[in-house]
């Protein structure tokens, strides 16, 4: 059953002037994420901008808004092929446990900007 929908949008270039604030990386990002982004060269941006995304677009699948969790405890990551997934910590994988959900993430950057799609699905009933 869908628990909630989410898509957002991230302007990639605004990202890349974010990424030159220390402070904001580590209030917004994992080090997980950050170990991420120095893989990418001249693609951190677009991958911290889908990163952004992801997390807006779970916070308004969960129907919750900017300040719910702490963002570093939403994780957008890849798989070695390249597939995207979320890594939860603290509240964020306590809400995910207490409400039974499996997270679904689709991430898409084009014209400048980086896209992001989940869906929560309820996988059982408590």
Known sequence: MIFGIGMDCVEIARMDKS???PRFIKRVFSTEESALFATKGKGAAASAAACFAAKEAFLKACGRGLGTFSLPEIAALR???GAPYF????AAAEFC???SLSCHLSLSHEGG???AYVV???TEER
């Open 19 to 21: 990424l030159a604030r």
């Open 79 to 81: 798989r070695s092929s």
């Open 87 to 90: 890594v939860f910590s603290g």
């Open 97 to 99: 446990s207490r409400n």
């Open 113 to 115: 900007l980086a896209f």
């Open 120 to 122: 929560l699905e309820k």
